[in-house]
């Protein structure tokens, strides 16, 4: 797999940098037209753009284009001394754009272009629940806008796989510690739904990281408790206790809702008294 790099410069060709728009983009291509562009390295490019156009210089190449539809669309060349090549392309689920490339030589192939301001977006921009900016997203719940950080699902699969981001909803994942640490900063809630059940509730990053409750929103996303608020003591006994997951294995889902001393529930979707529902699912979003 091929990876070319287009630098569009700060001031390049008709571009008026008053008013352009930085952003970052990576352009991937290979040389088969099968509808795939392998995984490449990956480097962060500054990159402006006025309106619907942009244009730009990186030697020994000249590169202009625009966006048509909304933006839905790409269609760009790139000049070279011997050679241009054209690419047009639209944009995926993923936020990115994807198309096919040829050039004046008769080469060929597909390509796909990346742009880190869609990866740093999240679930904001995301219409529907599903798979938005390569992230999966919730956009039913109390207004929307949860981005998925974990999904744990039997026991049987132990704590699962840490990944840089989730990519299935078939298998246990969380992202890894630091990135986790990250989001919990930026983010002000957290959601934790049981998808086999349906029932869920949101709480304020951080009043669950207050280092007062037991066990404060843990910084490990694998941890079999994610969280432990007691009102007397904390042993985990009586019906005084706010547990996020559970110390066996087998109910990672588990949400208790029994805390009064501790009210960190700020919404949930109890229609009834229960303060306590057993579940080997669980799947954790922030916003």
């Known amino acids: 797999m091929k990876t070319i790099y287009i630098s569009i410069a700060a001031i390049t060709l008709s571009i008026n940098t008053v008013n352009a728009k930085a952003i970052e983009y ?4 290979d040389g088969v037209v099968d509808g795939i562009v392998a995984e490449g390295s990956s480097v962060n490019l500054n990159v402006n753009q006025q309106q619907n156009s942009f244009s730009g210089y990186d030697e020994p190449s000249v590169t202009k284009g625009y966006f048509s539809n909304n933006e839905n669309v790409i269609i760009f060349d790139k000049t070279t001394k011997d050679t241009v090549s054209y690419y047009l392309g639209s944009k995926s689920e993923d936020g990115h754009y994807k198309g096919n490339w040829y050039d004046t030589d008769g080469n060929g192939g597909d390509f796909r272009l990346v742009s880190s301001n869609v990866e740093n977006e999240g679930c904001l921009g995301a219409s529907q629940t599903g798979w938005y900016n390569s992230q999966y997203c919730n956009m039913e719940i109390d207004g929307g806008g949860w981005q998925l950080v974990a999904i744990r699902l039997s026991s049987s699969e132990g704590v699962g796989a840490e990944v840089e981001k989730i990519t299935t909803l078939d298998s246990s994942q969380y992202i890894r510690s630091e990135e986790w640490i990250n989001l919990k900063k930026k983010m002000k809630e957290v959601l934790f739904v049981q998808p086999n059940s349906g029932v869920w509730g949101v709480m304020n990053i951080s009043n669950s990281s207050a280092q007062d409750l037991c066990k404060p929103l ?3 996303l ?3 408790v994610l969280l432990h608020a007691e ?8 019906t005084d206790y706010t547990y996020i ?4 294995k087998i109910y990672q889902g588990n ?3 029994h805390s009064k001393n501790f ?3 700020t919404i949930d979707s109890r229609n009834n008294t229960q303060e306590y529902f057993y579940s080997d699912q669980l799947m954790v979003y922030v916003r």
Request: proline share 11%; net charge negative; charged share 20%.
């Open 26 to 29: 990576q352009l991937e291509q």
């Open 218 to 220: 843990s910084d490990d």
């Open 222 to 224: 694998s941890s079999p």
């Open 231 to 238: 009102d007397s003591g904390c042993d985990g006994f009586g």
């Open 245 to 248: 997951g559970h110390p066996e």
């Open 255 to 257: 949400l208790y809702f």
């Open 263 to 265: 009210p960190l529930w």
